[in-house]
């Protein structure tokens, strides 16, 4: 059952308790209704909207930010604007579509992500929607959108950074020491742009990634080795397996983990077809450059989760099964009946 709802009111519905800078920007905007055209004309710059209101089914309201929206927890304030600014008019298909970017967060690439993210996930309920500034958006594409070509995912179209506006008084700026790198394009680094952020934003000014040869951990291999943590990359990956490793190769710029034939168990088949079963290798994209510490020995079984793009398998999680972990036991015995969220996997 969704929490009550309430309509917008004129001014900031309660105490906030962000970042001052953040603060102080949304209790100006509370009090400046002068402003408010700007963002009525500025919507939200998808293909069927360019520049006039955008069109809801259903007027906005203020609910509470449930519980399990795991992406906005700890966020500064309590209640959130429906629609939201991705075009997402209930909490389920909130929670289904933010659920997807939960395991972002524990990859640490900005400090600022979560901000980002639920500045449009879940926006502060005002009496007009506040955008994320195009900096904010640059700083953390640039430091994440490596971490998610990774995965094998391009930083996505909906969250192009020439969508938002350039840096005011009226919009979500950084908060962290590391925001501003990423303001005007390209983080300092731009020079290869790994990952798929480059020329994706179109309008953007050097819209390169910040190239990183050197990462300290392979993405795929830094996992927490708790509960919530493996089951979000169960959700967020297409399969998984518990199986044992034969061997791990160099493919190009990737690490190619092959595995046994013998004793292995599929958990979650996902999109795997008989042939990828026949002879399973999975890449971990562009890690032949970085150390992977569960692949420091061989040895014992291991839990790998992984997605299917194209005829490649990419690994997204990595854990070794240590017989003397009692939890990591109880973990495997979850992962069978555990029936995770309907949403669209986008890391």
Request: glycine share 10%; with cysteine; charged share 20%.
């Amino acid at each position: 059952m969704e929490p009550p709802r309430s309509t917008l009111p004129a001014t900031l519905p309660l105490v906030v308790t962000p970042p001052p800078r953040l603060l102080l920007l949304l209790l100006a905007l509370s009090a400046s209704p002068a402003q408010a055209h700007y963002y009525d004309d500025y919507g939200w710059q998808s293909d069927a909207y360019q520049g006039s209101q955008r069109f809801y089914a259903k007027p906005a309201v203020c609910v509470s930010i449930p519980s399990n929206l795991r992406l906005c927890q700890n966020i500064g304030y309590a209640q959130m604007r429906l629609p939201n600014l991705l075009e997402h008019e209930s909490l389920p298909e909130v929670q289904q579509q933010a659920g997807s970017w939960v395991p972002l967060l524990a990859k640490r690439c900005h400090p600022d992500t979560q901000l980002f993210l639920c500045s449009l996930f879940a926006p502060v309920c005002l009496d007009r929607p506040i955008y994320p500034c195009r900096s904010l958006c640059q700083a953390v594409r640039d430091s994440c959108a490596p971490v998610m070509e990774s995965f094998g995912f391009p930083w996505p179209d909906m969250l192009r950074c020439d969508k938002f506006p350039i840096d005011n008084d009226l919009c979500i700026a950084a908060q962290s020491a590391r925001g501003g790198a990423g303001g005007g394009g390209g983080g300092g680094g731009g020079g290869g742009g790994v990952g798929g952020g480059a020329g994706v934003d179109g309008g953007d000014e050097a819209e390169g990634v910040t190239a990183q040869t050197e990462m300290k951990v392979c993405p795929p291999c830094d996992n927490e080795m708790k509960i919530e943590s493996v089951l979000e990359h169960y959700c967020a990956s297409e399969f998984a397996i518990k199986m044992k490793i034969k061997e791990v190769k160099q493919a190009g710029g990737d690490k190619l983990i092959m595995a046994q034939q013998k004793k292995r168990k599929v958990l979650k088949p996902g999109p795997l077809a008989k042939k990828d079963l026949k002879k399973l290798a999975l890449h971990i994209k562009n890690g032949g450059g970085c150390p992977c510490q569960q692949l420091d020995s061989l040895a014992g079984n291991f839990l790998i989760m992984g997605r299917k793009l194209e005829q490649q398998l990419l690994l997204t999680a990595i854990y070794r099964l240590d017989k003397k972990n009692r939890e990591l036991k109880n973990i495997i015995k979850k992962l069978k009946n555990h029936k995770c969220p309907a949403f669209h996997s986008t890391f």
